[in-house]
């Protein structure tokens, strides 16, 4: 598909087009407008409001410069339009929630600690909870943000935190229109985008088909890019003794384990097990079980029914006995306590609709 690109600044709110070789329209921003100013601290305060708490540190910009953001509310997921008149360098703190972002217009440099690369026109980026980056907008650069609560996507992905999601999250992985899965999200957002403008209803009142199908689509683009990113840690180059100790742990997840027991197990020192575990996974054995047992029981959280489930419960079944500890270990890899978890609400999502 070849891609142009065109700006309507008459128009109400901030539309931009990506328009394909027919002539169509395939990029719009929601025309909802949110915010138009040039006071970037105003911008952090709306954006801290409406997205996630001081989530933006915005700098770059000159007095005479604007940015504008529109938004299209939906029930479970909020996607905004991004139109920035000058350059502008925005500090993404880390995420709570998954972000997606669609460039329509110029370029969107992302960096991190380990890599950098540049998006153009009909690319994107996703975020994991806990991701930390950099985005540096062109003058002109126009976008698409899509936030999607993490409770919401985990319940879809498949062993979302089998392995501690935080080893994932290092590498940037830019996302390409020629991507079938990526195609669809982008066509989605589209078609809901137009039928809200179009009927001139609340979004709030669309069938929830289409939101549905949309964040199944994206579970399956995050399991893709989780199994991509886990090929990544080389762990198919890893030593034979470190895939029978990881084996061992997930089978025995229950148990205490210990480390002269995997020393036994593997025929190598403790030493070696340890200088494996932090060069393939960047932690302890021990941080390693101890990540991994919380992973489960947050498994478990999300599909138990509070009012006959109980944390204690569930906690205790995989070794942690110490109510005060546990909590302090769940909030600091999950950013929210084990109760908050077990009652969290529960969208009834379908992956048997998505189509690709």
């Known amino acids: 598909m070849c891609l142009s690109v065109g700006y309507n ?16 329209s395939d ?9 138009r100013t040039c006071d970037l601290r105003r911008l952090r305060r709306v954006i801290s409001r409406e997205a996630e708490p001081i989530r933006y540190s915005l700098r ?18 909020k996607l905004f339009g991004l139109h920035f008149d000058a350059s502008l360098e925005a500090e993404i703190t880390p995420t709570q929630n998954f972000e997606f972002y669609f460039v329509g217009a110029g370029n969107l440099t992302v960096l991190n600690q380990e890599s950098q690369c540049t998006l153009h026109v009909g690319e994107g980026v996703v975020y994991f909870p806990g991701d930390i980056a ?9 976008a698409l943000a899509l936030f999607l609560e993490k409770r919401l996507l985990e319940t879809l992905v498949t062993g979302f935190y089998r392995l501690d999601a935080r080893l994932l999250s290092e590498r940037i ?3 390409s229109y020629a991507s079938g899965l990526y195609r669809s999200i982008f066509n989605l957002i589209m078609q809901i985008s137009m039928e809200t403008e179009q009927a001139g209803r609340c979004s709030r009142e669309l069938d929830g088909g289409l939101e549905q199908l949309l964040h199944s689509s994206c579970a ?3 399991e893709q890019i ?12 890893a030593p034979h003794y470190l895939k029978r100790c990881v084996d061992y742990i997930v089978e025995h997840l229950a148990d205490d384990i210990r480390l002269d027991e995997l020393s036994e197990l593997s025929q190598v020192s403790p030493r070696t097990i340890q200088y494996a575990f932090h060069k393939y996974f960047k932690q302890s054995p021990k941080e390693f079980i101890c990540h991994t047992k919380l992973s489960r029981v947050r498994e478990e959280l999300l599909k138990a029914n509070p009012k006959d489930m109980t944390v204690t419960k569930i906690a205790t079944q995989w070794g942690f006995f110490h109510a005060s500890n546990f909590a302090r270990n769940y909030s600091a ?16 999502l379908n992956l048997s609709k998505v189509v690709v």
């Open 134 to 142: 950099v985005h540096r907008w062109e003058p002109g650069s126009q």
């Open 173 to 175: 992985s830019p996302l």
């Open 9 to 24: 600044p008459d128009k109400k709110g901030c539309q931009g087009e990506i328009v394909n070789s027919t002539g169509q």
């Open 220 to 222: 399956l683009l995050i």
């Open 60 to 77: 770059g910009a000159d007095q005479t410069s604007y940015v504008e953001v529109t938004k299209l509310e939906l029930s479970t997921s």
């Open 226 to 237: 989780l199994n991509q990113r886990y090929a990544s840690l080389g762990m198919q180059q």
């Open 27 to 35: 990029f719009l921003l929601p025309r909802t407008q949110l915010i």
């Open 333 to 348: 890899l999950f950013g929210e306590y084990p109760s908050d978890t077990l009652h969290s609400s529960r969208p009834n």
